[in-house]
T-cell receptor, first 113, second 113 residues
Framework: GDSVTQMEGPVTLSEEAFLTINCTYT??????LFWYVQYPGEGLQLLLK?????DKGSNKGFEATYRKETTSFHLEKGSVQVSDSAVYFC????????????FGTGTQLKVEL | DVKVTQSSRYLVKRTGEKVFLECVQD?????MFWYRQDPGLGLRLIYF???????EKGDIPEGYSVSREKKERFSLILESASTNQTSMYLC????????????FGQGTRLTVV
């Protein structure tokens, strides 16, 4: 079945540091890929998405590129802020699975001054 | 503005009680989902629904049931609550087209004592 593997946290960075959170996936079909973010005390919200190979999703300075050859969708940001502290979830939606999302375990990011 | 509302933020119930978690969306979305979120396990799908009165089991349906009598409302029912159902429960809704984002409620933290 479908699955998503993402790097374990917590990840602690200094403000303005470069961020990478690794995500790899296994899917039987041609999935769409998503990054969701969960700020403390809130539900999940979509950060970015990519629907086909080589697509790049971007939002709020975050980027991720859909790499079919390596089955990866790594999240990057060039300069993190304290306000980026949150839990980040990688997810996929497989067309054959009827649009439901399969999530990774989440990576907690803490950004310090 | 898009809104998914879960009826309670926090609930404390006793073992053996029948528990109802309610979720309402105001976006006329076809798809609705119930997930539970546990540390180190990410989000796991309990049940989902593509239309009124339709439901499908997710990855961990045991001990749960659902009801969707109206398009905007999706209820999760714990038939006889147990301590291992203590968790954060997240509801989501999604338009029926492929590759679309899911919108999440703020979550219900359920404690079974």
């Amino acid at each position: 079945g479908d699955s998503v593997t993402q790097m374990e946290g917590p990840v602690t960075l200094s403000e303005e540091a470069f961020l990478t959170i690794n995500c790899t996936y296994t899917a039987t079909g041609y999935p769409s890929l998503f990054w969701y973010v969960q700020y403390p005390g809130e539900g999940l919200q979509l950060l970015l998405k990519a629907t086909k190979a080589d697509d790049k999703g971007s939002n709020k300075g975050f980027e991720a590129t859909y790499r079919k050859e390596t089955t990866s969708f790594h999240l990057e940001k060039g300069s993190v802020q304290v306000s980026d502290s949150a839990v980040y979830f990688c997810a996929l939606s497989d067309r054959g699975g009827g649009n439901k999302l399969t999530f990774g375990t989440g990576t907690q990011l803490k950004v310090e001054l | 503005d898009v809104k998914v509302t879960q009826s309670s933020r926090y609930l404390v119930k006793r073992t053996g009680e029948k528990v109802f978690l309610e979720c309402v969306q105001d976006m006329d979305h076809e798809n609705m989902f119930w997930y539970r979120q546990d540390p180190g396990l990410g989000l796991r799908l309990i049940y989902f629904s593509y239309d009124v009165k339709m439901k499908e089991k997710g990855d961990i349906p045991e001990g749960y049931s659902v009801s969707r009598e109206k398009k905007e409302r999706f209820s999760l029912i714990l038939e006889s609550a147990s301590t291992n159902q203590t968790s954060m429960y997240l509801c989501a809704s999604q338009i029926g087209s492929l590759n679309t984002e899911a919108f999440f409620g703020q979550g219900t933290r359920l404690t079974v004592v």
